[in-house]
C-alpha cells in the first residue's frame, strides 16, 4: 500500500459534527476488514443493530457527533477515529455461536494485534517514531476498549487505572480520557437495552481515574522501582517511594528477527556478556524457527550463573509477547536485578534485507507469522522501558 497512511486517515477524519463518513473512501482503506465484518453476527441482546460492520458505522457516528472529538488535536483525532473503525475487527477471529448466543472472547486483544499487522506491513506505519507513534495508539485504543464499561469488574481497578496510564509514557497521545471516548461511543453506537447502564459505569470509571490522578496523563510515581513493585502487584500504596534493593541492570531486548538487535548491543553494551538464543541454537544444532524449550532452558541455566555473582547481562532474543517477556523478567528479579527492556523496530522493508543478510536468516513467513503474536512491551513490565527505531 503505497500512500501517506496518517495523511490518508486524517483526510477521512470528519472535520465537523455536519460532515458525512465517507464510507466508500474508508472501505477503499479498510474493506476487507469491513467486508468481513458485514458477515459476523453479535448477540441481539446487546447489539440489536446487527452484524459488527453495522455496529461499526453506528459507533464511528456516534464518535462524529461528540462536541469534545471535535476540539482534540488533529492527529489524536484522528488515532481516534481509526480506533474506531477497527476497534472490534477482532470479533471477525473470535466470534462463535455457543450456549445458544453469540460470543466473542478476547476479540479486543485479537482486534489489536490484527490493527498492528495491517498498520505495521500493509501501512508500513513502522520503523519512525511518528509510525510507531500512530500505530501504537490506534492499538491500545482497540486492546483496552472494552475495560471503561466493564470497569466494575476489574480486581483492582485503582492499580488497573495506573497500568493502563502508563502506556501513554512511551505513546503521549494515549490517555484514559481518549479512551473513555471511544468507550461512550461504543455504548452508543449499539441498540440494546442496557446502554444508560453502560454510561453509567464508565462515568464511575472516569470518576474513578480522575480521582487517582491519571485521566488525562500517567501517574508520576516516585521512582521506577517504586512504579515497578507497585504495579507488578505488591501491597503497597502508589505514592510510596521505596529502597531500590537491587544490585544492579539485566538489559532484556525485544524486537523482530533484522531489527538489528546484534548491532546495537555491540555499539551500546559491548562491556555486557551477552546470553544469545541464537548463539545457542546454533550451539544445540536447534533450527531459527524450531519450537521448544531445549534452548530457552540452556539460556536460564547460563543466566542463573551471571545472577548468583550479581553480574550484569543482555539477554537477547526476540521476546515479543509479554507473556514470554514476564517469564525471563520474573528470573531476573527473583536474583534482585532490576530489568531494562530495549526494545528495537526498523522499517519492514529493511527489515527483510538485514534478514537476508543474516548468517542464519528466519523464513520470512515465520517472521509474518512472529508478526501477528508482537506487542511492544509497556512500562508496566519493567523498571525500565525504551522503544527504540534503527
Given at each position: 500500500?503505497?500512500?501517506?497512511?496518517?495523511q490518508t486517515m486524517q483526510a477521512l477524519t470528519p472535520d465537523t459534527s455536519f460532515d458525512p463518513i465517507a464510507w466508500d473512501a474508508m472501505e477503499s482503506l479498510f474493506g476487507t476488514f469491513f467486508s468481513d465484518m458485514r458477515t459476523v453476527q453479535q448477540n441481539p441482546m446487546y447489539h440489536g443493530e446487527g452484524d459488527v460492520f453495522t455496529h461499526t458505522q453506528m459507533v464511528c457516528g456516534a464518535l462524529n457527533q461528540m462536541p469534545e472529538?471535535?476540539?482534540?488535536?488533529?492527529?489524536?483525532?484522528?488515532?481516534?477515529?481509526?480506533?474506531?473503525?477497527?476497534?472490534?475487527?477482532?470479533?471477525?477471529?473470535?466470534?462463535?455461536?455457543?450456549?445458544?448466543?453469540?460470543?466473542?472472547?478476547?476479540?479486543?486483544?485479537?482486534?489489536?494485534?490484527?490493527?498492528?499487522?495491517?498498520?505495521?506491513?500493509?501501512?508500513?506505519?513502522?520503523?519512525?517514531?511518528?509510525?510507531?507513534?500512530?500505530?501504537?495508539?490506534?492499538?491500545?485504543?482497540?486492546?483496552?476498549?472494552?475495560?471503561?464499561?466493564?470497569?466494575?469488574?476489574?480486581?483492582?481497578?485503582?492499580?488497573?487505572?495506573?497500568?493502563?496510564?502508563?502506556?501513554?509514557?512511551?505513546?503521549?497521545?494515549?490517555?484514559?480520557?481518549?479512551?473513555?471516548?471511544?468507550?461512550?461511543?461504543?455504548?452508543?453506537?449499539?441498540?440494546?437495552?442496557?446502554?444508560?447502564?453502560?454510561?453509567?459505569?464508565?462515568?464511575?470509571?472516569?470518576?474513578?481515574?480522575?480521582?487517582?490522578?491519571?485521566?488525562?496523563?500517567?501517574?508520576?510515581?516516585?521512582?521506577?522501582?517504586?512504579?515497578?513493585?507497585?504495579?507488578?502487584?505488591?501491597?503497597?500504596?502508589?505514592?510510596?517511594?521505596?529502597?531500590?534493593?537491587?544490585?544492579?541492570?539485566?538489559?532484556?531486548?525485544?524486537?523482530?528477527?533484522?531489527?538489528?538487535?546484534?548491532?546495537?548491543?555491540?555499539?551500546?553494551?559491548?562491556?555486557?556478556?551477552?546470553?544469545?538464543?541464537?548463539?545457542?541454537?546454533?550451539?544445540?544444532?536447534?533450527?531459527?524457527?524450531?519450537?521448544?524449550?531445549?534452548?530457552?532452558?540452556?539460556?536460564?541455566?547460563?543466566?542463573?550463573?551471571?545472577?548468583?555473582?550479581?553480574?550484569?547481562?543482555?539477554?537477547?532474543?526476540?521476546?515479543?509477547?509479554?507473556?514470554?517477556?514476564?517469564?525471563?523478567?520474573?528470573?531476573?528479579?527473583?536474583?534482585?536485578?532490576?530489568?531494562?527492556?530495549?526494545?528495537?523496530?526498523?522499517?519492514?522493508?529493511?527489515?527483510?534485507?538485514?534478514?537476508?543478510?543474516?548468517?542464519?536468516?528466519?523464513?520470512?513467513?515465520?517472521?509474518?507469522?512472529?508478526?501477528?503474536?508482537?506487542?511492544?512491551?509497556?512500562?508496566?513490565?519493567?523498571?525500565?522501558?525504551?522503544?527504540?527505531?534503527?
Amino acid at each position: 500500500m503505497q500512500m501517506d497512511i496518517i495523511q490518508t486517515m486524517q483526510a477521512l477524519t470528519p472535520d465537523t459534527s455536519f460532515d458525512p463518513i465517507a464510507w466508500d473512501a474508508m472501505e477503499s482503506l479498510f474493506g476487507t476488514f469491513f467486508s468481513d465484518m458485514r458477515t459476523v453476527q453479535q448477540n441481539p441482546m446487546y447489539h440489536g443493530e446487527g452484524d459488527v460492520f453495522t455496529h461499526t458505522q453506528m459507533v464511528c457516528g456516534a464518535l462524529n457527533q461528540m462536541p469534545e472529538f471535535h476540539t482534540m488535536p488533529l492527529l489524536q483525532k484522528t488515532q481516534l477515529f481509526a480506533a474506531a473503525a477497527l476497534h472490534d475487527i477482532g470479533k471477525v477471529k473470535t466470534t462463535r455461536f455457543e450456549d445458544g448466543k453469540w460470543t466473542s472472547p478476547h476479540h479486543a486483544t485479537v482486534g489489536s494485534q490484527t490493527a498492528r499487522s495491517f498498520l505495521w506491513q500493509t501501512c508500513s506505519l513502522c520503523g519512525t517514531p511518528e509510525n510507531i507513534r500512530f500505530r501504537e495508539t490506534v492499538c491500545a485504543l482497540i486492546r483496552h476498549h472494552m475495560i471503561p464499561i466493564h470497569f466494575e469488574r476489574q480486581k483492582n481497578p485503582e492499580q488497573k487505572a495506573f497500568e493502563v496510564a502508563a502506556v501513554g509514557e512511551l505513546i503521549p497521545d494515549f490517555s484514559w480520557e481518549m479512551l473513555c471516548r471511544l468507550s461512550e461511543a461504543d455504548v452508543l453506537g449499539r441498540i440494546a437495552p442496557d446502554t444508560q447502564q453502560g454510561l453509567d459505569t464508565l462515568q464511575l470509571c472516569r470518576w474513578t481515574v480522575q480521582e487517582a490522578g491519571c485521566y488525562t496523563a500517567p501517574y508520576l510515581f516516585a521512582d521506577a522501582f517504586s512504579r515497578r513493585a507497585y504495579l507488578s502487584g505488591r501491597n503497597i500504596r502508589p505514592y510510596q517511594k521505596l529502597y531500590d534493593d537491587t544490585w544492579g541492570e539485566v538489559v532484556l531486548m525485544s524486537g523482530l528477527p533484522g531489527t538489528g538487535k546484534d548491532t546495537w548491543i555491540q555499539k551500546n553494551l559491548p562491556e555486557l556478556p551477552m546470553i544469545s538464543l541464537d548463539n545457542i541454537r546454533k550451539e544445540l544444532r536447534i533450527p531459527s524457527d524450531a519450537r521448544g524449550s531445549a534452548a530457552i532452558h540452556a539460556a536460564q541455566d547460563r543466566a542463573r550463573v551471571y545472577l548468583r555473582k550479581k553480574q550484569p547481562f543482555v539477554w537477547n532474543a526476540t521476546n515479543l509477547s509479554k507473556e514470554i517477556r514476564q517469564n525471563q523478567i520474573r528470573l531476573f528479579e527473583q536474583y534482585g536485578a532490576r530489568v531494562r527492556i530495549v526494545y528495537l523496530e526498523t522499517d519492514w522493508t529493511q527489515r527483510i534485507e538485514r534478514n537476508r543478510n543474516r548468517t542464519s536468516a528466519v523464513p520470512e513467513n515465520a517472521v509474518e507469522k512472529m508478526l501477528d503474536v508482537t506487542i511492544p512491551p509497556t512500562p508496566d513490565e519493567a523498571q525500565t522501558v525504551e522503544w527504540i527505531t534503527t
